[in-house]
């Protein structure tokens, strides 16, 4: 079974510009969320989308956004990047959303994309 | 938001047994403690979960404090392999995951 795939690799964008990173969460898992990492702050939570629609937003500024497709691929938008948005992009898969407190899902993370803002 | 507490770094030998600590005192009652590893280059990937008991699995160990505001990851003979940072995870709403720094694991031949 392919895991998470998640393109490009690799992006080297300007100040001002905007980009688009593309995930391809895992055959029948529906749950795409997406990850900062940076060295400073560490891994941070961006968004989380189930069946095409946003369940959940972390604290980012509206420079971010995503959406989710019908085959649950997903894309997520930075628009007039800046400086500190260099960082790793993570996308992690799971096979439904949240069930409540008590349910369980892993969440299977992919390779990331490596953005460069100059 | 639930936060979680982990050493910045340890070592340990090869083919000794390593407990990786951390601290979780904000804990729910219904919340999973979570382990995740990220090794060079690559995404987190999974190494257990527990709710109340310890938990045991063919990568690791979990032991959780009777009063769940701690655990302990074991994993029971480090190799090479096991060299990464290991994030000891709470989940918020939805699949949100909130990771720690987490603990970044050398192991020495």
């Known amino acids: 079974k392919a895991g998470v795939t998640q393109t490009p690799r690799y992006l080297i964008k300007t100040r001002g510009q905007q980009v688009t990173l593309s995930c391809s969460p895992i055959?029948?898992?529906?749950?795409v969320s997406w990850y900062q990492q940076t060295p400073g702050q560490g891994l941070q939570f961006l968004f989380e989308?189930?069946?095409?629609?946003?369940?959940n937003k972390g604290n980012f500024p509206g420079r971010f956004s995503g959406r989710q497709f019908s085959n649950s691929r997903s894309e997520m938008n930075v628009s007039t990047l800046e400086l500190g948005d260099s960082a790793l992009y993570l996308c992690?898969?799971?096979?439904?959303?949240?069930?409540?407190?008590?349910?369980?899902?892993?969440?299977?993370f992919g390779p990331g994309t490596r953005l460069t803002v100059l | 938001d639930a936060k979680t507490t982990q050493p910045n770094s340890m070592e340990s030998n090869e083919e000794e047994p390593v407990h990786l600590p951390c601290n979780h005192s904000?804990?729910?009652?219904?919340?999973?403690i979570h382990w995740y590893r990220q090794l060079p280059s690559q995404g987190p990937e999974y190494v257990i979960h527990?709710?109340?008991s310890n938990v045991n699995n063919r990568m690791a160990s979990l032991a959780i404090a009777e009063d769940r505001k701690s655990s302990t990851l074991i994993l029971h003979r480090a190799t090479l392999r096991d060299a990464a940072v290991y994030y000891c995870?709470?989940?918020?709403?939805?699949?949100?995951?909130?990771f720690g720094t987490g603990t970044s694991l050398t192991v020495i031949p």
């Open positions: 992690a898969s799971s096979l439904t959303a949240s069930g409540g407190p008590l349910s369980y899902n892993e969440q299977f």
């Open positions: 055959s029948g898992h529906r749950s």
């Open positions: 989308y189930f069946s095409e629609t946003q369940r």
């Open positions: 904000t804990i729910s009652g219904t919340d999973y």
């Open positions: 527990g709710l109340t």
């Open positions: 995870i709470l989940r918020g709403t939805g699949n949100q995951f909130y």
